[in-house]
């Protein structure tokens, strides 16, 4: 037993000892979002206690190092830190930037592997010679691996980063890594100081020009790694130095153990606020910034969908930015409703002169006006479903978030993962993953738009720079590059489902029931807004579909709302036939059974109405008349009849012209008129009482002789479709 605990205590004199002889030092001067990534993973890997940070709260001297070179301050501070070592040959000291750097392994894997390499001082390595290119021929030969010095990430026993650190006097603007460099390539200077360089990334992994080597993995436990494939290894320190930064963002979303198969997001609640236990008077206030900025479909529902939030409307100032005079209805319909229930409103209406982005910067403006707590910004295309989207954003409390949204059925989100070369859309590897939500949580990306939340000390810090405004670049990508040239992070949340995008491409505001033809582009919400609730329980195999005569069924499908649409839009078009057998609609001219009608192909809903058939119709018909299959249903004759008792109350016995037949009800018996209905002759069976938006499908050409009975007053509408003639 005395054995064991010997043991044990021996293995922890040498784990504290192990600890104690790396000791981390890193430079940052304010606490950026960069550092407090870099913070998090030294504690994911236990070095947390083992960083000391150097010049937090002290003015940078070093230049602007994002656009020329410079750091020579940190080398600087350096000096002052390091006097403490300048007779310690025994303790390791290990420095690194702090912004752009992440740690994925702990100090016994650094330091096993530092003495392994014979270095007394270790600089990490890459592929480019900088910042003097003509130096690359000084440097030694090597028959692997990256051949630059890089001084992002080194390290070295105490004493000799004393002298390493103090081998000249350094000015604050002189460039930090021209220093190391010169020492490097000085023959006596590398040997006295036995100085190496990390050539196959062991331990410092700088990304630049490296990105297509180094892959994120998975564990048989599910936990992420970062390997470098060329080299086999997996390097405990990520350097996102140069143009790699977002590469480097795009690792750090796993790494070091900040997203697992089994948990999933690690770190997304650490700073979460819990509104429900605060008094909603003193919830954050939260500026809602609304643009519409070109025509879009289902605004009236998007408006809807926002006065629906969750969250209490005299804690919010509104700013509306109307730009198309198509939505001034909406909007004010909006504004007659809800208005008076927020803080305050703000429209800058479609009269008014006034660009997209100083729009934008005026509304981040207005947000500080109003000491806002949290800015909102939410643009015509996002259809936030989720009633308590702002509430959670709010709630995640990171600076700048966005709800992820996308196109259904699309790859097209309001969020990039990553960044081209010349500062453009890239997709990123783990993209097409989260857009799927395969993979769920807060995710460092490159850019977002559409949709997106600030904080107010982010709203503070960039609406001086009227962020929507940058040379020839349009506001969104403005803005995305002003957070990016201020080194703050974006993040998008699919933690839960916050809504979709619509698609405002092609949208026409030509016709008088707009919404009506977007089926393509916006399906899902053309669902929601035009076919009936009870339409999918039809389908379910347990539920039989009403049979009121022999073969003829009866279903609901469509909302009052496609009724009164497509009504109107006839109306609108007004082109009424005349009711008899002369018919230039028609090829040979001739139609035997007249009605007083108007052809979808009239008011450009043909090929729309086809789709209506195959999506909603068909699977219907596959249902009762099983057996019959004809993918897709074909229509040549589909149009809205109209009957009206001083015009054409009824029409004549026939056999309709079609495998089987639709006939919807587009108004509603016993308000819209009374009489009227089907009657099946052979059947000896009528339908009087039609269900406005019901369906009935029957046989067409043989069995199904039937007629329309007259109307008795007002007018009825119903659409009807010869399928599969």
């Known amino acids: 037993m005395l054995q064991i605990f010997c043991i044990i205590l021996l293995l922890h004199v040498v784990s504290v000892y192990s600890d104690a002889s790396l000791h981390i030092l890193t430079i940052a001067t304010e606490e950026t979002d960069g550092y407090t990534r870099f913070m998090r993973s030294a504690k994911a890997v236990g070095l947390d206690q083992q960083v000391k940070v150097l010049g937090m709260n002290e003015e ?14 940190k080398i600087n501070l350096l000096k002052k830190e390091m006097d403490k070592y300048k007779d310690d040959k025994e303790t390791i000291v290990m420095f690194v930037d702090s912004y752009d750097v992440i740690f994925t392994l702990g100090s016994e894997v650094i330091v096993e592997r530092f003495k392994k ?180 479909p289902f605004m009236e529902e998007h408006l809807s969908l926002l006065a629906n939030q969750f969250y209490p409307k005299n804690r919010i100032d509104i700013f509306i930015y109307n730009s198309v005079e198509y939505h001034t209805q909406h909007i004010d319909d909006f504004l007659t409703q809800f208005s008076r229930l927020y803080r305050s409103v703000h429209l800058v209406a479609a009269n008014q002169t006034m660009a997209e982005n100083a729009a934008r910067n005026a509304a981040l403006n207005h947000c500080l006006e109003k000491k806002c707590d949290f800015y909102f910004a939410v643009d015509g295309e996002a259809q936030l479903v989720n009633s308590r989207a702002i509430q959670l954003l709010v709630e995640q409390n990171i600076p700048i978030l966005a709800p992820m949204m996308i196109r259904p059925m699309k790859l097209w989100s309001n969020f990039w993962g990553a960044l081209s070369h010349d500062g453009f859309y890239a997709r990123s590897e783990d993209y097409i993953e989260l857009v799927e939500n395969k993979l769920r949580g807060v995710w460092n990306i490159a850019h977002i738009h559409t949709c997106y939340m600030l904080k107010g000390d982010r709203v503070a810090a960039l609406a001086p720079l009227s962020p929507y405004i940058h040379e020839d670049t349009d506001p969104d990508m403005a803005f995305g590059l002003h957070v990016r040239n201020k080194n703050y992070f974006m993040y998008v949340s699919n933690r839960v489902h916050f809504g979709h995008l619509l698609n405002a491409d092609s949208f026409e505001t030509n016709h008088k029931s707009n919404d009506l033809y977007t089926i393509f582009d916006n399906q899902l919400d053309w669902e929601e807004k035009y076919i009936s609730k009870l339409y999918a329980k039809q389908l379910e195999a347990d539920t039989k579909i009403e049979m009121p005569c022999p073969d003829v069924y009866w279903f609901p499908i469509a909302t009052k709302k496609f009724c009164d649409d497509l009504v109107a839009e006839m109306n609108n078009f007004g082109d009424w036939s005349t009711g008899s057998n002369e018919d230039e609609r028609l090829n040979g001219g001739y139609e035997p059974v007249p009605t007083r009608d108007i052809h979808m192909r009239q008011v450009g809903f043909h090929e729309h109405w086809l789709h209506f058939l195959k999506s909603y119709v068909q699977p219907v018909q596959q249902k009762v008349f099983m057996g019959y299959v004809d993918d897709p249903p074909h229509a040549i004759m589909n149009f809205v009849v109209r009957y009206k008792i001083d015009e054409q109350p009824s029409l004549r016995p026939h056999h309709d012209s079609s495998t089987y037949s639709l006939n919807l009800a587009l108004n509603q018996y016993g308000e819209d008129y009374t009489g009227g209905g089907t009657h099946f002759l052979r059947q000896n069976c009528s339908i009087i009482e039609g269900r406005m938006g019901w369906g009935l499908i029957h046989p067409g050409k043989l069995t199904h002789f039937h007629e329309g009975l007259k109307v008795k007053d007002g007018i009825r509408y119903i659409m009807v479709s010869f399928i599969d003639p």
């Open 60 to 73: 940078w001297k070093g230049g602007d190092i994002a656009l020329y070179p410079g750091g020579g301050f």
């Open 117 to 296: 390499t014979g270095a007394t001082i270790l600089f990490s390595a890459e592929s480019y010679c900088w910042p003097d290119k003509s130096l690359a021929s000084q440097y030694p030969a090597n028959q692997s691996g990256k051949r630059y010095l890089c001084s992002g990430g080194f390290m070295g026993y105490g004493s000799s980063m004393y002298n390493l650190v103090n081998h000249e006097k350094v000015d604050d603007l002189a460039d930090d890594q021209l220093y190391y460099t010169n020492i490097y390539l000085n023959d006596d200077l590398r040997t006295n100081l036995k100085m190496k360089l990390d050539h196959k990334s062991e331990i410092f992994q700088n990304l630049n020009g490296a990105q297509d080597d180094v892959k994120v993995k998975f564990d048989d436990s599910g936990v992420p790694y970062v390997e470098n494939v060329e080299y086999n290894v997996k390097p405990a320190v990520l350097h996102g130095n140069g143009v790699s930064k977002t590469y480097l963002n795009y690792l750090g979303n796993y790494v070091p153990k900040m997203w697992t198969k089994e948990n999933e997001c690690t770190w997304c609640d650490d700073n979460i606020i819990n509104l429900d236990r605060i008094e909603e008077t003193a919830w954050p206030a939260v500026t809602l910034a609304l643009f519409m900025i070109r025509p879009t």
